[in-house]
C-alpha cells in the first residue's frame, strides 16, 4: 500500500499527482497536497504551487489536479472579479473541469473582466480569448470556434508579432478545428507550422514537439496516409513514454491515436487490446467517472463489433451512452459517434427497427449545418451505417441508395483509399450480393 509522501501515512485514498513523479514518490493524500500549496501560496506568495510540482517542477494532472483547482479557487472566488489571482484561479478551474459548457461559462467572466481591466488587445485578454474558443470547441461548435480563433489569431498577429507563442497556440486548435470540419490539408498546414516551431525552439524529443507531431499523425490518418501516420505515431509513443512515463495524458492521447490507426488498418483485435489498456491507465490517472473512460469503452465497443462481436459489443456501448448522459458536458460528436456504433450493433443482432430509429435520429443531427453538417466524416459512418440496416431490415432500394450516394460524398471529400470510404464500398457490395443484382458487388469491391 502506497504512503502519502507529504504526511507519511498510508490511511485514506492515496492518489498519484499525475507529474513527472513516480510511484512512491508521487503518492499523495489530496487533502496533503492541497493544504501543503495553500501553505506555499500563503508564506511565499507562490501561486504555481497550485499547478505545479515543487519536486520535479511538472505540471500537475488527473485527480490531483481537478482537486487543486476547485481548493484553489474556492479560496478566492469571494473576492472582487477584477483581483488577480482571482483570474488566475477561474482561468485554471476552467481549464481542468470536464464539463465543457461550465468551462465556457468561466472563460467568458473571465473574458470579460480582462475586457474591462486590462483592454482588449492585452496579451492575457488574448490568451483568454483562444481559452474561450477551445472551451466553444470541446462542445462541437467548431464553426463558431474557429471563427472566434480567427478573430484572435487576427489580433495577435497585430498585436504581438507572428513569432509570438500565442500565435502557435491559435494555430494549433485552428488545425484541430479545420480536422473536425473535413478541411484536411489546411488542418495540417497549422499543425506544420506550429510543430517547425516547437522543434526549432525546443527540440524534436521534447514534450510539445511530441504532442505536434501527434496532431500531424492524426490528420495524416484523416487523409489515408496510414503507414505514414502510424510510422509517426508510434514514434512520438516511444518519446512520450521513455520521457513522459506510459501514464501521462499527453502519452494516453497518443495511444488513442495509435489505437484507431490499427483500427483503420483492420488490426481491430490490437486497437481493442491498447484501448482496455487506456481504461486502466485513465482510471489510474483520473479516477473511475472521468469522461476519457467512457470514451474509450466506446471506442473498444467500436473495435469488437467491427471485429465481428456484436453480441459483446451491444452492452458496452449501451453502457458507455448511458454514463455519458449520466455524466454530461460530452462534445455532440462524440455522442454521435457512440449512437451510429450502437445503431451498428442493434443491426447486427437482428433488432433493426431499434437500429433503423436511432441511426435516422442520429443523423438527422447531424446534418444540421449548426452541427457537424451533411459531409462530416462522422455524418458520413453515421450514413453508411444506416444504408447497411435499411439493407438489414429489408428495405434493399432506400439501403443501396443511401450507401451509393454516401460513397460518391467519400470519394470526393475524404478520398478513395480513405478508411471509411473503403468500408462504405464493402457494405454496398455485401449490400448488392444480398440483392438480385449481385453481380455489381464485384465492381464497387474492385473500383474502391
Known amino acids: 500500500k502506497m504512503m502519502c509522501t507529504i504526511c507519511l501515512s498510508d490511511e485514506g485514498e492515496v492518489i498519484q499527482k499525475g507529474c513527472h513523479c513516480r510511484g512512491d514518490t508521487g503518492a499523495i493524500h489530496a487533502e496533503c497536497l492541497i493544504a501543503l500549496a495553500a501553505h506555499q501560496c500563503d508564506t511565499r506568495g507562490d501561486t504555481q504551487a497550485w499547478m505545479f510540482c515543487d519536486v520535479c517542477d511538472r505540471h500537475f494532472s488527473g485527480h490531483a489536479e481537478d482537486a487543486l483547482a476547485v481548493a484553489w479557487f474556492s479560496r478566492v472566488e469571494s473576492r472582487p472579479a477584477e483581483d488577480r489571482e482571482r483570474i488566475s484561479a477561474l482561468r485554471y478551474l476552467a481549464s481542468c473541469t470536464p464539463d465543457a459548457a461550465k468551462a465556457e461559462g468561466m472563460c467568458c467572466e473571465v473574458l470579460s473582466t480582462l475586457t474591462l481591466c486590462r483592454g482588449p488587445l492585452h496579451p492575457d485578454t488574448l490568451k483568454a480569448a483562444h481559452k474561450l474558443a477551445y472551451a466553444v470547441f470541446f462542445q462541437g461548435k467548431y464553426v463558431e470556434a474557429l471563427e472566434m480563433e480567427e478573430k484572435t489569431l487576427a489580433s495577435v498577429q497585430e498585436t504581438l508579432g507572428e513569432d509570438h507563442s500565442l500565435v502557435h497556440s491559435c494555430r494549433e486548435l485552428m488545425g484541430s478545428l479545420c480536422r473536425k470540419l473535413g478541411r484536411l490539408s489546411e488542418a495540417l498546414e497549422h499543425h506544420r507550422s506550429v510543430r517547425n516551431a516547437k522543434e526549432a525552439k525546443y527540440g524534436v524529443g521534447h514534450a510539445v514537439s511530441c504532442a505536434c507531431n501527434r496532431e500531424i499523425a492524426t490528420t495524416l490518418m484523416d487523409l489515408g496516409r496510414l503507414d505514414e501516420a502510424l510510422e509517426l ?124 430509429a436511432l441511426l435516422r435520429e442520429s443523423i438527422e443531427a447531424q446534418q444540421q449545418p449548426a452541427a457537424l453538417g451533411p459531409e462530416h466524416p462522422e455524418t458520413l459512418r453515421t450514413a453508411c451505417f444506416l444504408g447497411s440496416a435499411l439493407v438489414a431490415k429489408g428495405e434493399e432500394e432506400a439501403g443501396q441508395s443511401l450507401l451509393r450516394a454516401t460513397l460518391e460524398t467519400q470519394k470526393r471529400v475524404l478520398g478513395p483509399e480513405a478508411y471509411d470510404t473503403r468500408q462504405t464500398a464493402k457494405r454496398l457490395a455485401a449490400a448488392l450480393g444480398a440483392a438480385p443484382s449481385g453481380d455489381a458487388s464485384h465492381e464497387i469491391a474492385e473500383n474502391s
Open 233 to 356: 505515431a508510434q514514434t512520438v509513443l516511444a518519446r512520450q513514454t521513455r520521457i513522459q512515463g506510459r501514464g501521462h495524458p499527453s502519452t494516453l492521447a497518443t495511444m488513442n491515436v495509435v489505437a484507431i490507426l490499427h483500427m483503420k488498418r483492420e488490426q481491430y483485435k490490437d486497437a481493442e487490446r491498447m484501448s482496455r489498456e487506456l481504461i486502466t491507465l485513465n482510471r489510474e490517472l483520473r479516477g473511475d467517472q472521468h469522461p476519457n473512460i467512457i470514451i474509450d469503452a466506446g471506442n473498444v465497443a467500436l473495435y469488437v463489433l467491427l471485429d465481428g462481436r456484436a453480441a459483446e459489443a451491444e452492452p458496452i456501448i449501451r453502457k458507455a451512452r448511458a454514463d455519458a448522459e449520466a455524466l454530461g458536458g460530452f462534445d455532440a460528436m462524440v455522442l454521435h459517434f457512440f449512437a451510429s456504433t450502437h445503431g451498428l450493433a442493434l443491426s447486427q443482432l437482428g433488432r433493426h427497427d431499434e437500429a433503423v
